[in-house]
T-cell receptor, first 113, second 114 residues
Framework: DGGITQSPKYLFRKEGQNVTLSCEQNLNHDAMYWYRQDPGQGLRLIYYSQIVNDFQKGDIAEGYSVSREKKESFPLTVTSAQKNPTAFYLC????????????FGPGTRLLVL | AQSVTQLGSHVSVSEGALVLLRCNYSSSVPPYLFWYVQYPNQGLQLLLKYTTGATLVKGINGFEAEFKKSETSFHLTKPSAHMSDAAEYFCAVSETGGYNKLIFGAGTRLAVHP
């Protein structure tokens, strides 16, 4: 089955801790994205990557970091600099060209202990 | 900058009634337009999209949407609501040409009651 997987489903972060969210796709898509979802605010773009070894900041990149070493993988690290990390995080991928559909993973819910 | 407005954060309909979810965008150039659905604690699933061609677009689960350039709107409709349609719906736009960055509306939560 082709698709996008995210792990873990739930993640707990302690104060001062960095945590990494996994996103893997087997759709052979060039572009990948990370979104943050908060109640009543829709989805906001954190980072995106159009090709391997290249990525750009989205609208709310502060306190987050990413890497794109392989086409199929785009992990997101939530650093200790992100003071309000509690949210639902969604990864997506697409062929990258304008008008192409973005396909979403099932999401990771991050909670702060 | 592009923006998307979804009128009504919550919409409630009776089973069998018409569903109408409103979406307006701000752009001087017609963008690409999308509707996604999200069930609780899940990712987003594409319902339908408009890129070019016919302005009335049919999607999955009996939904359709009409692109109206003069009104900068892309409202989502379904003639007869089903209990399984209860979910959150997001309208999104991306600019034509260049990179495929989506701008999302805040979402509309649809409740369907018997």
């Amino acid at each position: 089955d082709g698709g996008i997987t995210q792990s873990p489903k739930y993640l707990f972060r302690k104060e001062g801790q960095n945590v990494t969210l996994s996103c893997e796709q087997n759709l052979n898509h060039d572009a990948m994205y990370w979104y943050r979802q908060d109640p009543g605010q829709g989805l906001r773009l954190i980072y995106y990557s159009q090709i391997v070894n290249d990525f750009q900041k989205g609208d709310i990149a502060e306190g987050y970091s990413v890497s794109r070493e392989k086409k199929e993988s785009f992990p997101l690290t939530v650093t200790s600099a992100q003071k309000n990390p509690t949210a639902f995080y969604l990864c997506a991928s697409s062929a990258g060209r304008g008008g192409e559909t973005q396909y979403f993973g099932p999401g990771t819910r991050l909670l702060v202990l | 900058a592009q923006s998307v407005t979804q009128l009504g954060s919550h919409v409630s309909v009776s089973e069998g009634a018409l569903v109408l979810l409103r979406c307006n965008y701000s752009s001087s150039v017609p963008p690409y337009l999308f509707w996604y659905v999200q069930y609780p604690n899940q990712g987003l699933q594409l319902l339908l999209k408009y890129t070019t061609g016919a302005t009335l677009v049919k999607g999955i689960n009996g939904f359709e949407a009409e692109f109206k350039k003069s009104e900068t709107s892309f409202h989502l409709t379904k003639p007869s609501a089903h209990m399984s349609d209860a979910a959150e719906y997001f309208c999104a736009v991306s600019e034509t040409g260049g990179y495929n960055k989506l701008i999302f509306g805040a979402g509309t939560r649809l409740a369907v009651h018997p």
